[in-house]
């Protein structure tokens, strides 16, 4: 671990430099009231190892594998990455989270973003898609503002199978605009409920995920007929698992408009939480109302190909009053990352992928029903599934965890009907052997 001290005379020249007479001077224009009013008590400094065991033991603290079986999945999926996929992110040429400017100097850089636009639209079964957004909830905000203004409708109906927090960033985004939101429930086999539809005043859009929150799969199907019994309004298909669509049908070929959500599955590690990939795609018809920006190909003055910047309609590039968002960062290192892995496991790979995460969570599924614990959903599901304990399963559930066991998340905090309920995830990172761990003691 290095460390880069200043000497007393280091601060006193740099503090003479832009004015200041102390370091607390540096910090005036933070209002006092946000500004701690004592000062920081900080343990004496370490040496370099003495430091680094702090840090291991304070590491130890926290569940991880291997040495748990961990059964979380909620918007975050453990999967396996190419050692092609790790190798090649570390080119630094690839290294940026923006889309380059300056086609002249970033053709590779380009082309990759083009590559990964075209696997996405593949993928999800769209005619184009954007040069990616921030995350998937911000991706899912942002398909609803679109929906708007292609609609220029006031009214959005969400289903309540939506990632809890992917909502929450919804209501985030539409509160300023005055934009009305209203919420369909999830029915007894755990998919959206569509009926409150036909009371609903010409929705500018419906948005669903599939696999949903519980993991289940929504009938798209069906959604975009709902959606459609009004020409105008549009069907928002959401995601948190891309890679259920190498098993199930796309959600542009069931009749989505405009699909969103988050790619972190594709090669990207899951990082106690983050940096992920907002996914974006939409058909033809609506292109010029998609934010972000795209990369497209053309020829030179001389005809060879090239890669250009295009449709950048951002405040950056075009009016305030005309752009369509105000999203600067495309995380285009995840970008890159989601292309090389899509082609690492090429079509192919990503159905066999696809059927055994489907398999092995089945199995569980399969196991935990035999065990006599309930599972409260019938509809068909990927990766995630619900699974009911009896009243009182806190203790069940801290005395798994005392034996290196996190048995899914809690469902109550998002959804206080569901006490006693817990969100599992299993995916090809999970061996058999902690899949009869987890129901063994569920049963026991």
């Known amino acids: 671990m290095r460390f880069l001290p200043h000497t007393e005379a280091d601060i006193d020249a740099m503090l003479a430099a832009v004015g200041c007479k102390d370091l607390a001077a540096l910090f005036d224009d933070i209002p006092a009231d946000c500004r701690p009013a004592q000062p920081l008590h900080l343990p004496p400094g370490l040496s370099e190892w003495a430091l680094n065991r702090h840090m291991e033991n304070l590491a130890a603290e926290t569940a991880t594998g291997p040495g748990y079986d961990i059964f979380l999945g909620a918007g975050s999926y453990d999967h396996y990455i190419p050692e092609t996929v790790q190798q090649l992110l570390r080119r630094g040429e690839l290294a940026t989270a923006y889309t380059p400017y300056q086609p002249e100097v970033s053709q590779g850089t380009l082309q990759a973003i083009y590559e990964y636009q075209t696997l996405t639209a593949r993928l999800l079964g769209m005619e184009a898609a954007n040069a990616s957004v921030y995350d998937g909830a911000s991706a899912l905000a942002e398909a609803l503002l679109m929906a708007v203004r292609i609609t220029k409708r006031r009214l959005v109906a969400i289903s309540r199978a939506i990632h809890p927090h992917y909502r929450h960033v919804v209501a985030t985004y539409l509160r300023p605009t005055g934009l009305d939101i209203i919420e369909l429930p999830y029915g007894p086999d755990g998919r959206t409920d569509l009926n409150p539809l036909d009371d609903a005043r010409e929705p500018a859009a419906v948005a669903v995920q599939s696999p949903n929150f519980f993991g289940c799969i929504e009938d798209l199907a069906a959604a975009a007929e709902a959606a459609h019994g009004d020409p105008a ?5 959401a995601f948190t698992e891309p890679l259920a669509f190498g098993l199930y049908p796309s959600p542009g070929a069931l009749g989505a408009d405009i699909v969103c959500g988050e790619g972190q599955s594709l090669g990207i590690a899951r990082s106690f939480g983050g940096p992920g990939l907002g996914m974006f795609a939409c058909r033809n018809a609506h292109l010029r109302a998609m934010p972000g920006r795209l990369v497209g190909k053309t020829v ?76 409260p959903f019938s509809a068909p599901v990927f990766n995630e599934f619900v699974m009911q304990l009896p009243p009182g399963s806190e203790a069940v559930y801290r005395r798994l965890l005392e034996r290196r066991i996190v048995a899914g998340l809690p469902l109550a905090p998002f959804y206080p009907e569901l006490a006693d309920h817990y969100l599992l995830c299993v995916t090809e990172t999970t061996d058999k052997a902690a899949l009869d761990r987890l129901v063994a003691e569920v049963s026991s």
Do not use: P, W
């Not at 309004?233 to 298909?237: G, S, Y």
């Not at 090239?306 to 995380?331: D, K, P, W």
């Not at 066999?352 to 196991?367: E, F, I, P």
């Open 300 to 375: 030179d003055a001389d005809g060879r190909r090239g890669f250009v910047l295009t449709l950048a309609t951002r405040e950056q590039h075009i009016r305030r009053e005309r752009a369509t968002s105000n999203i600067c960062t495309n995380q285009g290192l995840c970008a890159t990352a989601a292309a090389m892995y899509m082609a690492s496991l090429g079509g192919t790979g990503i159905r066999a992928l696809a059927r055994l995460n489907y398999d092995k969570a089945g199995y569980l599924q399969t196991a935990l029903r035999n065990a006599g614990v309930a599972l």
């Open 233 to 237: 309004t549009l069907l928002v298909a």
